[in-house]
């Protein structure tokens, strides 16, 4: 595979698998994965970060692919007697996992940044690859819905994704990308830009709604491809239909490229949304049709090369 | 056995043994164990009660009687995981044992009292006894070492009980017993007071460091009475005798019955010690020869029953 950087923006599951697809074919080095931090909150005193976990635990060959969250063989002592103590116990952590948000906690506190600690625990777990979240800053995905205000936890876990969403917006203070994102963003070695078939509300805008993000990826001159989350009318994996319906968005890979427009040059679709190729086309994006739904390892080394392939294609 | 209420002042194991040993014979109700929160620590974020989660553990039977500490049926995945992180893990948290630091730390940050979030701990583990910290404050136990100053958990943990012991001071501005502790301490329906065979220079004074607690055992017209933690010149458990040693004192009952002279009004000592027993009286302080060694429960109960008849027959 010819070498290069590349950038792929990434939410937890969905994006994770092409992640793993491309880690399987790519110099691990030359990966920059930029994550999705608009998931994470603070619980029982952690500083939890759900995506960067799946992604980290997804490239060490440790997640758990059960449950789509968390680590593999994970046991729940600390759980249980939670629950037994009257404690909060809606968001399930396991034994295993919970040493990393303990360790992380203690040196976001001693000040280090989420980027650093992030970095020191992919190291601690034999990663050559960069992952990235997209700030060191808290920007939280605040979901509007008929239940009220809720955070993307209380949606997602506490509500089981159930209330009808209104809107989504993402609350900082003139948020930034961290100092690593902002210089892979411009290095003159990027080979080209990934967006992971992850939700684009949920997963892929917190990241783009950071401008100095946005901007870099609208003005770059390497190619840009998006895969599609959306097959043939259905999400490949969590809420991504459901709430598309509730947004008033038609359920197609046209929306998810008139969504992407500025950002992408091209867009990997299933076969079975050949149909749309034209439309998206004449929008001036390529289109690359492919079987693009990953359920196993092949299934993302697959997906992975043609999207190399597309960006070797486009550049 | 007579009603009334009893207040036992304790620190961890050797402590706990005779509380367990009050808890059989004994209306949970009436006892007060106001326990030693010198060793109180913070640890990765959390708030950690050494002594008083030895004896809540103890006394709701789920101790691990293998280590002396944390709970029985214990596993090490968080522990383990941290080292794996390269994270601090020299204090060994188990990972039932984790859930109630969690559980507790969060009812701090949120404005409990040590007290009232003990009390919730206590009976959600069934116990209708009071389990008293002796202060809602943080009050730190300090040893001047010939490895410098050292709080509680690194000499006794982290330096393994190595270092040789100058001084013992607690640290702490003008320290005040809890609510709860001042009103059972002049409560008109205490029966008397014991303190429990810990070892007096770092489970025992901590409590007695705080003015108005000793003060009121000092003053008390209830018979109080102390058990020996040297049973013929050896330390039941722990260092005892080598900080005896190290601060220049006899290792003896009588050391100890000078040491608890205005606190109490009796001392229950081993048959091996009746030599002393003349001398100890000639202070005077009565004496109950007993077999005070507590291998099993029936010894614990035994020592209790001693104890509870050696009040009734001050009284």
Redesign the interface.
Same mark, same amino acid.
């Given at each position: 595979m010819a070498s290069g950087k590349i950038i792929a923006l990434s939410g937890g599951v969905g994006g994770a698998k092409l992640c793993l697809g491309l880690h399987q074919i790519c110099e691990p080095e030359e990966l920059y994965f930029i994550t999705n931090t608009g998931d994470d909150f603070l619980y029982?005193?952690?500083y939890i970060s759900p995506d960067v976990d799946t992604l980290v635990y997804t490239l060490a060959g440790i997640n758990s692919t059960e449950t789509g969250w968390g680590r593999a063989d994970e $046991?729940w %002592? $600390?759980?249980?007697? &939670?629950g037994?103590?009257? +404690? !909060?116990n809606w968001f399930k952590l396991? !034994? %295993?996992d &919970? +040493?990393?948000h303990?360790?992380r906690? %203690?040196a976001l =506190?001693n000040g280090e940044t989420l980027t650093s600690i992030t970095q !020191?625990?992919a190291n =601690?777990f034999h990663l050559k690859a960069n992952v990235l979240p997209m700030s060191d800053q808290m920007i939280q995905t605040i979901i509007d819905t008929n239940k009220g205000l809720l955070s993307f936890q209380e949606y997602f876990v506490k509500q089981a994704s159930a209330p009808k969403i209104e809107s989504i917006s993402f609350k900082s203070k003139n948020p930034e990308p961290s100092a690593e994102v902002t210089e892979i963003l411009t290095d003159p070695d990027l080979k080209g830009i990934v967006i992971c078939p992850s939700n684009p509300y949920l997963s892929i805008d917190p990241i783009l709604s950071i401008k100095k993000i946005r901007q870099s990826i609208t003005e770059s001159k390497r190619p840009r491809i998006a895969v599609s989350p959306i097959i043939d009318g259905q999400s490949v994996k969590g809420p991504t239909k459901k709430i598309m319906e509730e947004l008033g968005l038609k359920v197609n890979v046209l929306t998810i490229a008139e969504h992407y427009k500025n950002c992408i040059d091209g867009i990997v679709i299933d076969h079975l949304d050949q149909g749309y190729a034209g439309e998206i086309e004449s929008m001036g994006i390529h289109v690359k049709l492919s079987e693009i739904m990953m359920n196993n390892d092949d299934d993302k080394k697959r997906v992975a090369e043609d999207v190399i392939n597309f960006i070797d294609q486009i550049s």
């Open positions: 029982l005193g952690f $046991t %002592k $600390t759980h249980n007697v &939670l037994e103590l009257g +404690a !909060d396991g !034994d %295993k &919970l +040493a990393l303990l360790h906690s %203690k =506190r !020191d625990i =601690r």
